[in-house]
């Protein structure tokens, strides 16, 4: 069936760097790929998306990438900030009508400062 | 907050008993999704519902049904519980249920099953 592996499953960070995870793939058809991020105790809050017809989108310090051909796309936060730390899950549309999301497994971010 | 509301936040039950959790969606949305989020894991899609019709539904059994309501509300009933049913309960709206659309999520609904 349909899956999507997200790597690393847990990432540690100082405040001001760079972090990066990634996304793969399975169902050819899928056309839509949002990355939410999940505090503890809230549900998740979407942070970007990118749809298929775009190979990379930013907002401020976040931005993704999306390669279709190798079926993987990843979220890349710059400048980390404490608050940044979370659980981060990518997602890819799925089902007939695209309209379902199969999420991975997450990434738990954390930012010391 | 994304003004989607779920009630009740947390709930006990007991192995066999059924529940019904509630989901209200975001204002001018007309589809509303329900997803499984156990412990560590990503959320699992369980089925989707557009005008109070269901318009599609991920790999779970029967006893997990659903309703929405002509103001788009919507339940999700899940009858025979198993201690596996444990998990946050997640429903997330969108505006029209076309695809690549935006899902919102609410804060979920805890279910502990004993």
């Known amino acids: 069936g349909e899956n999507v592996e997200q790597h690393p499953s847990t990432l540690s960070v100082q405040e001001g760097d760079s972090a990066v995870i990634k996304c793969t793939y399975s169902?050819?058809?899928?056309?839509?790929f949002p990355w939410y991020k999940q505090e503890l105790g809230k549900g998740p809050q979407l942070i970007i998306d990118?749809?298929?017809?775009?190979g990379e989108k930013k907002d401020q310090r976040i931005a993704v990438t999306l390669n279709k051909t190798a079926k993987h796309f990843s979220l890349h936060i710059t400048e980390t900030q404490p608050e940044d730390s979370a659980v981060y899950f990518c997602a890819a549309s799925i089902g007939q009508a695209g309209t379902a999301l199969i999420f991975g497994k997450g990434t738990t971010l954390s930012v010391s400062s | 907050e994304t003004g989607v509301t779920q009630s009740p936040t947390h709930l006990i039950k007991t192995r066999g008993q059924q529940v019904t959790l509630r989901c209200s969606s975001q204002?001018?949305?007309?589809?509303v999704s329900w997803y499984q989020q156990a412990l560590g894991q990503g959320p699992q899609f369980i089925f989707q519902?557009?005008?109070?019709?269901?318009?599609g539904r991920g790999n779970f059994p029967p006893r997990f049904s659903g309703l929405q309501f002509p103001n788009y509300s919507s339940e999700l009933n899940v009858n025979a519980l198993e201690l596996d049913d444990s998990a946050l309960y997640l429903c997330?709206?969108?505006?029209?249920?076309?695809?690549?659309?935006?899902?919102?999520f609410g804060p979920g609904t805890r279910l502990l099953v004993l």
């Open positions: 204002s001018g949305h007309n589809t």
């Open positions: 990118i749809r298929s017809n775009v």
């Open positions: 997330a709206s969108s505006k029209t249920g076309r695809p690549q659309e935006t899902q919102y």
């Open positions: 169902d050819s058809a899928s056309n839509y």
């Open positions: 519902y557009y005008r109070e019709e269901e318009n």
